[in-house]
C-alpha cells in the first residue's frame, strides 16, 4: 500500500497521435472499429509496426467483415497529418505489408459461449488489470498525466485547424508534467516538457512562446505559477520525427494509455484488440468500478486489481485499496460491495460497457489510441452511473 509523503514532486509523460508507436495503435484500433461495425462477434488482435516508408500489420483476425487492410492504414495515416512526403511519412507513397490469420481454435473456444471446458464466455487470458481514480481533478484522474495528455492534444488541435498559422508544426510530439503534492493533494506545476516535431525554419521563440500559451489553457490557474520551468525541445531541435524518426509498434506506450505510473499496471496493452481480451475490457472495467467509488465518496482514491485465468468467467481475485482514504472501516468490504454491484465475468463487462457496438453509441476504439484511455466522457467506463447504487449498499455496512 502506498504511503502519503509530506511533499514530493510527480511526473507523468504523454505522446501526440503523430508518434511512431501511437500511430500504430490507432492503426490497430481502426482496424478493430472496422471489423465490429460489420460483425461485432469479430475476434481481432491486431499488432501494427511502423518505419521509414513501411507500414507492417500482423495478427489474429476472425471475423465476416470485408475490410480492406491497407485502405484503413492509410486513411489513419493521413488523418493524423503524414500526408507530403515532406513530413518524413506519406500515407499515399509508404509501402504497407499485411500478414494476418485468423485466430487460434484453441484460444477461440475458451472464450466463446457454449463452447470450451467451462462452457461459457471465459477469459481471453490470464492476467491482472488494474483500475485507478483520484479526486484530485474532476476528471477523477492523476493531474500529472490528465495535463501532458492536455498538452500534446491542444497542440494536435491547433496543428488541424489553423495549418496556416501554425504551420511550422509536425505530428510527432511529447510532453512531460510534473507536480507537486502535500499530503497528498496537488498544489502546483514545477516543470513543463515539450518537444515538438517542426519545420526547418520554424523560430524557436514562438514555439517556446505556444508552449507557455498552450500550459495556460490547459492547466487550471491555481496549479499555474511564475516559477515553472519549461524545457522546449530541449536537444535544440526536432525536425526528423514520426515513424521516419523512430520504429512503432503497437502497445508500447502502456502508461502514458493508463495513469502516468500512478497506481498499478497489469502490463498488458489495449489497442488491437477485441473485448474478448480482458487485458483490455477488464482494465475498463476497473476503471468504471474505480470512478463510480470515488464519485460516490466512499472513497479520496481508489485502485482496482481483478485477475483471470484463461478460459474462465469468473475473476480468480478481486482486490480493493482505497490508500486508507475509504469510508469504510475495512476495504475488504468494498470487496464485497464490487462483488454485489458489478458482474465481472468476460460477458458481464462486454455487456455492461457494451463494448462490441462502439459505432452506435458515438465512440471508437480509434479515439482511445491517442490522448489516453481514461478521464474523457466519451467513452462508457467513465459513465458515473453506479453511484446511487453503490451509496445505498454501502449504507448497510456503514450503519453495522
Known amino acids: 500500500m502506498s504511503k502519503i509523503h509530506a511533499e514530493h514532486v510527480f511526473t507523468s509523460e504523454s505522446v501526440s497521435e503523430g508518434h511512431p508507436d501511437k500511430v500504430c495503435d490507432q492503426i490497430s484500433d481502426a482496424i478493430l472499429d472496422a471489423c465490429l461495425e460489420q460483425d461485432p462477434e469479430s475476434r481481432v488482435a491486431c499488432e501494427t509496426l511502423v518505419t521509414t ?25 493521413a488523418d493524423i497529418g503524414y500526408a507530403d512526403k515532406s513530413v518524413g511519412f506519406s500515407a499515399d507513397e509508404c509501402k504497407v505489408f499485411v500478414c494476418i490469420h485468423s485466430q487460434s481454435p484453441d484460444i477461440s473456444q475458451g472464450v466463446t459461449s457454449g463452447q470450451g471446458l467451462h462452457r461459457e464466455q471465459g477469459a481471453g487470458d490470464q492476467g491482472m488489470m488494474f483500475g485507478y481514480a483520484s479526486k484530485e481533478t474532476p476528471e477523477l484522474m492523476p493531474c500529472p498525466i490528465l495535463f501532458s495528455h492536455r498538452m500534446v492534444e491542444e497542440f494536435a488541435r491547433l496543428r488541424k485547424t489553423q495549418p496556416k498559422k501554425y504551420h511550422f508544426l509536425r505530428p510527432d510530439a511529447k510532453s512531460q508534467v510534473s507536480v507537486r ?34 500550459a495556460r489553457k490547459v492547466i487550471p490557474a491555481k496549479f499555474m505559477n511564475n516559477d515553472i520551468v519549461y524545457h522546449v525541445n530541449p536537444t535544440g531541435k526536432f525536425e526528423v520525427g514520426g515513424p521516419n524518426g523512430d520504429t512503432g509498434l503497437t502497445g508500447r506506450k502502456i502508461i502514458v494509455d493508463t495513469y502516468g505510473g500512478v497506481g498499478s499496471h497489469g502490463g498488458g496493452a489495449f489497442s488491437g484488440k477485441d473485448p474478448s481480451k480482458v487485458d483490455r475490457s477488464a482494465a475498463y472495467m476497473c476503471r468504471y468500478i474505480a470512478k463510480n467509488i470515488v464519485a460516490a465518496g466512499l472513497a479520496e482514491k481508489c485502485e482496482i486489481q481483478v485477475a483471470y485465468a484463461i478460459g474462465v ?38 455487456r455492461t460497457l457494451d463494448l462490441k457496438r462502439p459505432s452506435k453509441n458515438g465512440w471508437s476504439y480509434n479515439k482511445t489510441a491517442a490522448y489516453g484511455h481514461f ?10 452511473n453506479k453511484v446511487a447504487e453503490l451509496k445505498k449498499t454501502a449504507a448497510k455496512y456503514l450503519k453495522k
Open 181 to 214: 503534492y502535500d499530503m497528498g493533494k496537488p498544489v502546483r506545476v514545477e516543470t513543463i516538457v515539450l518537444s515538438h516535431q517542426h519545420t526547418p525554419d520554424m523560430k524557436r521563440k514562438d514555439l517556446e512562446n505556444l508552449v507557455r500559451e498552450v
Open 313 to 350: 468467467a469468473e475473476p480468480l481475485s478481486i482486490n480493493v485499496d482505497t490508500y486508507k482514504t475509504g469510508l469504510l472501516e475495512d476495504d475488504s468490504i468494498l470487496e464485497k460491495i464490487v462483488r454485489s454491484v458489478f458482474d465481472l465475468t468476460p460477458a458481464g463487462i462486454i
Open 375 to 384: 478521464g474523457r466522457n466519451i467513452f462508457p467506463w467513465e459513465k458515473m
Open 53 to 77: 516508408d513501411l507500414i507492417v500489420i500482423s495478427g489474429e483476425i476472425s471475423t465476416k467483415a470485408k475490410v480492406n487492410w491497407e485502405k484503413i492504414a492509410r486513411k489513419v495515416v
